[in-house]
């Protein structure tokens, strides 16, 4: 019997740093634009939580980008 591996989204960090960074932009200020706590935010950027589609939705909306750029899949 084969199982077929776990797949879920995180936050592409990469692309939300320079994202942050062109804009001059600290982790906190643009927490506080998507109405998410600066901890919550952290957790999303390195990572340890998995986005919701909200959350998705939210930051596609405020940086005026296409939400896949975003994105990243991760297979556990």
């Known amino acids: 019997m084969t199982t077929k591996a776990k797949s879920r989204y995180v936050l592409n960090k990469k692309a939300l740093q320079?994202?942050?960074?062109?804009?001059?932009?600290?982790?906190?200020?643009?927490?506080?634009?998507?109405?998410?706590?600066?901890?919550?935010?952290?957790?999303?950027?390195n990572g340890r939580k998995s986005i919701s589609i909200?959350?998705?939705?939210?930051?596609?909306?405020?940086?005026?980008?296409?939400?896949r750029v975003f994105l990243e899949k991760v297979d556990e």
Not at 19 to 40: C, E, N, P, V
Not at 57 to 67: L, N, P, V
């Open 18 to 45: 320079h994202y942050l960074i062109d804009h001059d932009l600290t982790q906190a200020d643009f927490a506080k634009r998507l109405g998410i706590s600066t901890s919550y935010f952290n957790k999303l950027m």
């Open 54 to 67: 909200s959350n998705m939705f939210s930051i596609a909306e405020e940086t005026h980008m296409d939400i």
